[in-house]
């Protein structure tokens, strides 16, 4: 079954993992450094994107509901439904806040702060 946008609903991890992320904009803002899963309801928790920072240094980290990213051919890489204010707005974590505990606290925030429907209920 395909999405919305015309996609195959499967996709590899390492396929995901280092594409670019563009904002509503068009700008590019940064890269999926990983995805976070939920193994209790199978599902992908969230995206994780890098911004800024140099050689890893210094560099913050968003947590994208995963349903929010849609990802355009043309462009090479996904874009998300979000304004360049949104974004700059929106929490930011470090790595150990992103894999601390069950994930649950990002996720929730993230959820909450995009306004998107959490899949877990």
Excluded: C
């Amino acid at each position: 079954m395909a999405t919305a946008t015309g996609h195959t609903e499967a996709i590899q991890a390492s396929r995901v993992i280092g594409t670019d992320v563009y904002n509503t904009e068009g700008k590019h803002i940064g890269t999926i450094e990983d995805v976070m899963l939920d193994k209790t309801s199978n599902s992908i928790m969230f995206a994780v994107i890098g911004f800024g920072g140099f050689l890893g240094i210094g560099e913050k980290y968003h947590a994208i509901p995963w349903s929010t990213l849609d990802y355009e051919p043309s462009r090479g890489g996904y874009v998300v439904p979000f304004s360049k204010e949104q974004l700059q707005a929106a929490p930011v974590h470090d790595i150990n806040e992103l894999t601390g505990g069950d994930g649950h606290k990002v996720r929730d925030a993230s959820y909450s702060y995009y306004k998107v429907p959490p899949y877990w209920v």
